[in-house]
């Protein structure tokens, strides 16, 4: 891609100019402007808590939320390369908490903390593919970016899988995004 222009959103929280879009000419399709934009701070509003509708599992004390169409635009611009990638798992996620002091059943903290979680395992895939986002092809970005989440859920006493656990009888959520924060579930 032949860049043409750079656009700047202001400062970072690093106090650094930050640029939030680029525009340019593909040699695929000359005529037409391409923009891309650059998720330096936050291309995409983070994930909503309303995404995440959690029921225990059997008589455990887990509880599972199934999320359907979590999205995620990430985008490499560094000398090697100018692209973007969408991470999109069509099929449902099912996000998995212990029941505890910590995460009460289905509580708005509970939903909270998963959007955090998930939002945290966005950032931290966006900064692996700022480095190795040239060279990775799409199978390949879409099982990082499942690790990523699921190592945030892990760290955090709970798992991710793409399979319904043993038990689970709770009705998938669509993915939702908000600019305020991580939704309002209290």
């Given amino acids: ?31 037409e402007e391409t923009l891309i934009p650059i998720n330096e701070e936050e291309a995409l509003p ?14 455990t004390n887990w509880q599972c939320s199934a999320v359907t169409g979590v999205h ?16 999109i798992f069509t099929q449902p996620l099912y996000f998995q908490l212990p029941i505890n002091n910590n995460y ?17 395992a966005f950032k931290a ?14 199978p390949a970005l879409e099982q990082k970016l499942l690790e990523f989440i699921k190592d945030e859920f892990e760290e955090n006493g709970g798992n991710v899988t793409l399979t319904p656990p043993l038990g689970f009888l709770g009705k998938p959520t669509a993915y939702k995004v908000t600019w305020s924060g991580y939704g309002n579930c209290d």
């Fill in 1 to 31: 891609m032949e860049v043409g222009e750079v656009n700047f959103g202001g400062p970072g929280t690093d106090g650094i100019l930050k640029a939030i879009s680029l525009s340019g000419k593909s040699a695929d399709c000359p005529e």
């Fill in 46 to 59: 983070p994930p909503d808590c309303e995404s995440f509708n959690y029921s225990r599992i059997g008589n």
């Fill in 72 to 87: 995620e635009l990430f985008t490499v611009f560094n000398w090697q390369c100018i692209g973007y990638d969408w991470g």
């Fill in 104 to 120: 009460s059943l289905d509580s708005g903290s509970t939903k909270i903390e998963s959007a955090a979680y998930l939002d945290m």
């Fill in 125 to 138: 895939f966006d900064s692996w593919y700022k480095v190795n986002g040239c060279n990775a092809g799409a």
